[in-house]
């Protein structure tokens, strides 16, 4: 189980925002702009062949991940010859344990390296199931493919005797081993009985897990230009894996006051705009917490939480002088109202304000006078 907002199916689109937003503490205002976040890259076996036909019961509330992670779980179903109780059984429990979302876990380092729809903090559990590395349900790469994920509980379902005479949530805690058992499921069951009845003519098909492999870490350039984005190298230089810890993160919600040195975290009220998006239920990042985390993952380095802080440490580089990993502020020094991870070519990943996500942007989409401080 997960504490994100499970009431929520529908993702919201970026727009330009025209609201100032305070990044990082009470006292200093965020203006960026919110633009759609190009996700790119998803896990192989997450992008289905086939796809949710349109009007399907059920499913007028999700959104396109969620449609392709609903697709696998089916179409893996289908290729293996799981009965259609054994599917309502997988759909019921990935809408109960990640309302069909990609998970990834800052319990689970590894785990945010890969294309993922947000974040959940259950212990160790990750992916579309919440399924644990650490209990023997697979490796991180395996669950953090919907495919593979998919297949793992369909083997688990299997060797349940007599699953196919259990209810759905009885067959369903007896794979999970939930903490709660049965109850958790009966709330999920209609909407998957409702939705695999409105799948079952529709021929959705997806590329088997075995033909596309394991997942592979989000390339985070997202086809916007040549600029590479470097895979994070434990003990490697501090530059290029504070850009890589910063791009494992695109995707997630900003959340104002939100994140620590542990990764994403609820945000806070602030008493105006950042309540109005209800930052304070959601699990995310603000501008300088991100920034923050991303130098104390690569360099072990504890900076200040403030982005006005942060610009006044470290040390100063000059524009022509910036590398992948220094950080750019906007604003000024002292005074800074935005921070992002600088990774050349006059981009940077920043969390830029409430309503939007971590995102890849140029520098140039906030206004200045633009700094730069180097950490490493």
């Known amino acids: ?3 994100l907002d499970r009431s929520s199916l529908a993702a919201g689109i970026g727009v330009v925002a025209t609201a100032i937003l305070v990044c990082g503490c009470a006292s200093t205002t965020e203006v960026a702009l919110r633009r759609p976040v190009d996700r790119c890259g998803s896990a192989p076996g997450s992008a289905s062949i086939g796809s949710i036909p349109a009007g399907t019961p059920g499913t007028e509330a999700l959104n396109e991940s969620q449609q392709r992670i609903l ?7 289908v290729d293996r010859r799981i009965p259609t109780q054994g599917q309502t059984i997988a759909v019921t429990v990935a809408l109960d344990e990640s309302t069909l979302r990609n998970l990834a876990n800052p319990h689970v380092p590894e785990s945010l390296t890969y294309p993922n729809d947000g974040i959940g903090v259950d212990h160790n559990s990750i992916g579309i199931f919440q399924q644990q590395p650490d209990l023997g349900w697979g490796t991180v790469p395996e669950l953090m493919n919907p495919a593979t994920a998919a297949d793992k509980f369909y083997d688990a379902l299997l060797k349940v005797a007599d699953w196919q005479s259990m209810s759905i949530p009885d067959a369903a805690a007896a794979v999970q081993h939930n903490l709660n058992g049965a109850p958790d499921y009966a709330r999920y069951e209609s909407a998957g009985r409702k939705i695999i009845a409105g799948l079952n003519d529709s021929g959705v098909r997806v590329v088997p897990a075995a033909a596309v492999g394991p997942a592979t870490p989000s390339p985070a350039n997202c086809g916007q230009g040549p600029i590479q984005i ?3 190298v434990p003990g490697g230089p501090a530059g290029p894996n504070i850009v890589a810890a910063a791009a494992s993160q695109i995707g997630i919600d900003y959340a104002w006051g939100g994140g ?6 609820l945000g806070q009220r602030d008493g105006g705009v950042a309540d109005s998006y209800d930052d304070y239920n959601k699990i995310g990042w603000d501008c300088s917490g991100l920034s923050r985390w991303a130098v104390y993952r690569a360099t072990g380095k504890t900076i200040a939480r403030t982005s006005q802080d942060q610009s006044t440490g470290g040390q100063a580089v000059s524009e022509k002088d910036a590398a992948p990993g220094d950080l750019v502020f906007f604003g000024g020094q002292g005074v800074a109202h935005h921070v992002g991870v600088y990774i050349g070519g006059g981009q940077m ?3 830029p304000q409430s309503g939007g996500k971590v995102q890849r942007q140029p520098v140039a ?3 200045g006078p633009v700094t730069y401080r180097r950490y490493t």
């Open 1 to 3: 189980m997960t504490i």
């Open 71 to 77: 697709a696998t779980i089916v179409g893996r179903g």
């Open 230 to 232: 470097p895979q994070f």
């Open 260 to 265: 620590d040195l542990n990764g994403p975290t």
């Open 349 to 351: 990943i920043a969390a």
């Open 365 to 367: 989409d906030v206004a």
